[in-house]
Structure formats: C-alpha cells, structure tokens
C-alpha cells in the first residue's frame, strides 16, 4: 500500500496495470453519475508529467465524468 506521503514510481506503473484498474472501476460503477479518483502529487519532472497524464488517460478511459481530486489524506467511500 501506498503511504499519503510516498511518491508514486511513475514510470514503473504498466499501462496494463491502468487498464485493469479502469475496467474495474467500469465493472461496479454501472450506476454512477461521477467518479472520484485520487490524484497524486504531481512530479517535478516534465517527462514524468506526460506519464502521470497517459496513466490518468487510460485510467479514465470510457468512464462517465472522472474528478481527480488531491487531499491531505486518502478516503475511500462508495457513497456520498
């Protein structure tokens, strides 16, 4: 598990690895008018930028309306 506090290694996320967490998030969120999705913290790094931004693409790929949203803490809650 990923601390608050931990970078994400970026570069050594697999584009498969998004794709599996984007059909999982489709396959329980046949009902959902929004999707709330963590954002990290973002790299200081341009190319680490374009990664986040390619792994954030795939993650949200053909799902309804996603918000990233970056908090001091990770909450997790499948209803508001």
């Known amino acids: ?3 608050d506090s931990e970078e994400l290694e970026l570069m050594a996320i697999p584009d498969e690895f998004m794709q599996e967490m984007n059909q999982t998030i489709k396959d329980h969120s046949n009902k959902t008018a929004v ?3 963590r954002l990290p913290i973002p790299p200081k ?3 680490e ?3 986040l931004y390619n792994l954030l693409t795939i993650q949200s790929e053909g799902l309804p309306p996603v918000m990233y949203v970056h908090g001091l803490k990770t909450v997790v809650s499948s209803s508001l």
């Open 49 to 51: 930028m374009h990664r």
């Open 35 to 37: 999707t709330f999705l």
């Open 1 to 3: 598990m990923i601390e």
């Open 45 to 47: 790094q341009e190319k």
